[in-house]
């Protein structure tokens, strides 16, 4: 598939250095497949077509452990689970005020 689009701030041997901003810095019609470092977050995220969706990421832990999964306690925006997969949250769960978790038929949303 050819490259249609790309908005690289500058390409080093060392890597690719990528669009980077505030999540109010969000471009407000991305085209699906945007990749940006949120630095409000501190992490990658990339545009599905619908919504910003973090990319990586997964278990850290000391040295090369890899056993623990971290999750924020208070949700602050909308969120739908995608329809027929589940989603797991740990520990004493906040959804703020005027924010709705929508759980669609098929899907679970588990906290323990």
């Given at each position: 598939?050819?490259?249609?689009?790309?908005k690289?701030?500058?390409?080093k041997?060392?890597?690719?250095?990528?669009p980077a901003g505030?999540t109010?810095?969000r471009?407000?019609t991305p085209?699906t497949?945007t990749?940006r470092f949120?630095?409000?977050?501190?992490r990658?995220e990339g545009y599905t077509?619908?919504a910003?969706?973090l990319?990586?990421?997964?278990?850290?832990?000391?040295?090369?452990?890899?056993?623990?999964?971290?999750?924020?306690?208070t949700?602050t925006?909308?969120?739908t689970?995608?329809t027929n997969k589940n989603?797991v949250?740990?520990?004493t769960?906040?959804?703020?005020?005027?924010?709705?978790?929508?759980?669609?038929?098929?899907?679970r949303?588990?906290?323990v």
């Amino acid at each position: 598939m050819p490259l249609t689009r790309a908005k690289l701030v500058g390409v080093k041997l060392e890597g690719v250095d990528v669009p980077a901003g505030t999540t109010a810095q969000r471009e407000s019609t991305p085209e699906t497949g945007t990749l940006r470092f949120n630095t409000s977050d501190a992490r990658f995220e990339g545009y599905t077509g619908s919504a910003w969706a973090l990319v990586g990421g997964g278990a850290t832990g000391g040295g090369a452990d890899e056993v623990f999964i971290e999750n924020d306690q208070t949700v602050t925006t909308d969120y739908t689970i995608t329809t027929n997969k589940n989603a797991v949250s740990a520990g004493t769960i906040t959804v703020n005020g005027g924010v709705t978790v929508t759980v669609p038929s098929g899907s679970r949303w588990v906290v323990v």
